[in-house]
């Protein structure tokens, strides 16, 4: 496969990294149901806070990688996912309740500080809200275009139906021509064009090598399946009034995924909330503009922005 150079391959080199595997503690009392994961570590624990990175669906850490290209010298944790990337699935269904519970567990397994400043992207500011409300320690959470609003009421409510037929024919035809089906390229082509709004061709082209990459990352049909439904199913605002700690959204103004008045909603919903808007992107912020993401988080946690 040909690889698209990165446009933000050179602040990232300025970054060092190393990938970390851990054996996430189970849920349960069996020591055998602990899970393998992989995250990797970029910059060294300093002065400044830790950011713990949670992915959006279908991706792995590498999505939030453009974000911390502009974050020379912070302290960062990205793992991937149970299912996707290169963590173990859950021995369960991959349900918000199991993705919160094992991020919990991941945290604590790797010994991520008190004051850890948890910052999710979409479908991971579902997974986060639910880990910090029941109790994942944090001293405060950064949301990248929050999932605001069930899908099925968002501006996207007919691309969320047919995603839906879409995921259910993946897992009702024959394995083989299912899991074709679950990776084709020309699906995920299709919704990478749809979600870009930059007119910029290079960078268009980036954004789908990386769809083209990662987003077949997964490690069965049952995990994609899974966790498709538990993106539509759950928003944050069920937790909302449980997140007691600072919490700043980032939304975008054409965002597809979730209105930005559903944003607004929740920062009302929230005891202690902070709203940004970008502006002339939708909901690949972390692609489009993955500076003014840093600058965001530098702005609540006093980190510096290259």
Partial sequence: MRIVPSP?????????????????????????????????????????????????????????????????????????LPGFGASAPLSGEHSIDGYAAWLRRFAEAVGLPADVVVVGHSFGTIVAAKALADGLPASRAVLVNPIASPALEGPNALGTRLSSLYFGLGSALPERVGNALLRSRVITRGAGAFL???????????????????????????????????????????????????????????????????????????????????????????YEKPREAAEEIASVTGVRVA
């Fill in 196 to 286: 870009a709004k930059t007119k910029d061709p290079a960078l268009r082209r980036w954004i789908h090598d990386q769809h083209d990459r990662y987003f077949s990352g997964y490690a069965n049909r049952r995990v994609v399946v899974e966790a498709f439904h538990a993106s539509v199913d759950h928003d944050v605002t069920e937790w909302a009034d449980r997140l007691t700690l600072p919490v700043h959204l980032v939304a975008a103004e054409r965002d597809d995924i979730t209105a930005l008045a559903d944003v607004r909603a929740l920062a009302g919903l929230l005891p202690d909330a902070t709203l940004a808007v970008l502006r002339d992107v939708g909901h690949l912020v972390h």
């Fill in 8 to 80: 933000y391959a050179a602040g990232l080199a300025r970054t060092p990294v190393v990938r970390h595997d851990v054996v996430v503690p189970p849920a349960g009392p069996d020591p055998r149901d602990g899970l393998p994961a992989a995250w990797w570590e970029y910059g060294e624990p300093g002065a400044g806070p830790t950011l713990l990175l949670v992915h959006g669906f279908r991706g792995d850490h590498h999505g939030l990688e453009p974000v911390v290209s502009f974050l020379p010298g912070v302290h960062v944790v990205a793992p991937d």
